[in-house]
């Protein structure tokens, strides 16, 4: 038996509406009579009284056979139909009624799955918002030949109706998507004219020493309105998207006098615009959003300004220590002093302290405290924290505290810059492996809560110097010259640390 292919699908959301089908199958000719009805005509023309009684019989025997037929559908609906008769659900050799109205039953199952199918295909299709009555057509037309292959006329009988509902029902929803697309397109388009007017009045006031001429604009956009209205759009469409379109650019230029034309009265109206329940929060809804955004320019401001302020104390900084690295007993400029004392109130006197410690000191500085000093640095340590190690007196050599003001600030400009070389993922795989590789036992462990030991300390800061000496050197290398160069230092460290392992260092 010829089925037609069409395949199960799960719940959708319907877009074709399911309307009951309308049998408009033209009856092919009956199926050649059975021997009961040529008995029926035979005794018809001895006895009358019994041909009528034959007659009530066999139709009788049809409607019981129509109802078996569907029954036996709906017990087998998922079992193909020679299964179906394989396995006894469905007698081979029954009457041709019993045969029609399941094929019929058939056929009506496979209209609702198509007409569920085709939901979803026009869910998917990618032109179902163009303005084509060809292509539109075309699709629907390729749908159902490519899923309506029977041509089994009982199982027809059933699926034709759906077919033709599905034909009906979605050249109907088509065409009323398409015209509502075309007037949400018309709608949208005025409202970018207003928009465009907005932004025209704005940046001529801007010009001018007048400013915005909000009377000018008024007028202009209930100009625009009314050629809006008379195209054709709902007033309450348009007043919608010219209230939107009003915020909108309130917002975008910081412009709060573009919502006080919130408060004027449209033509043909009776209270403000403000006023209208649909319209009422719009205007504090702008303010709201134009307070917030004042607050974050404030906020950003802010942060910018303290952004440079410590940059300029950091020069301030680096800028004193080298003067000191040179020479502990220079004079450092008064007004250089008290700059830095707007950013520092106690500046006066680090600088001294650290003045006295780097003319006192007699003993060079504590290798332990050294190796102190680069885990901080490898922690972020600024200029600042250096400073503070020469006022406490940790620091003392004036070439050291020159070597570490440098260190500090090559590395928190490699660091800081968005393609600095520190930065590299390359750079930072071959520093996880470094601190693996050097990872201190437990006992070392307890003075190294970083989990760094001496030796990677120390390998790190090698291979960030190499990186920084290479990158310095060559600012204008190319992505694979860079990647090459880490590479390269990277496995000279590892080789180093296997070397000094292998040999007991």
Partial sequence: MTRA????????RAIIPQAAPVD??????????????DLAKGLASVDSGLSAFMEKRQKDQDEADRIRGQAAFYRSNQTEYAEAVKQGLIPANTSPVFMESYKKAQ????GIRLREQFNQAYLQWEGRNADDPALFQSFLSTFIAENVGTEDPDILRGLVPHVDALTNDAMSVWGREGAEAAYSGSVSTRAAVAGETIDYASTVGLSTERGTDYDA????????????????????DYDKQLVDTIVDKAVEHGDPMLLELLDRTLPGAEVKLSSLPEFRDMKTSGMDELERMNRQRMMDRDKEQLEQDKAREREIQVNVMRGLAENPMAEVPEALVREWERYDGTARTKLEAARKTLVDATEAEDPRDLLN?????????????????VRDGIIRDPDTLKALIDRVERRQAALREGTGILTHHVARRFTATIRERT???????????????DEGLAAIRDLEVMLMEWDAANPNASYKERVYAITNAGETILKRLDWSAENDF
């Fill in 107 to 110: 056929g009506n199952l496979a």
């Fill in 5 to 12: 292919k069409v395949q199960p699908v799960g719940p959708a």
């Fill in 24 to 37: 408009t199958f033209v009856r092919t000719a009956d199926p050649a009579p059975s021997s009961l009805h």
């Fill in 217 to 236: 604009l008024w007028t202009d956009l209930v100009t625009s309105r009314e050629e809006a209205i008379g195209s054709g759009i709902r007033q309450s």
């Fill in 439 to 453: 990872m201190p036992d437990d006992i070392t462990g307890m003075f190294d809560p970083g989990g760094l030991s």
């Fill in 373 to 389: 000093a680069e885990r901080m640095i490898q922690d972020g340590a600024t200029t600042a924290d250096i400073l503070d190690m």
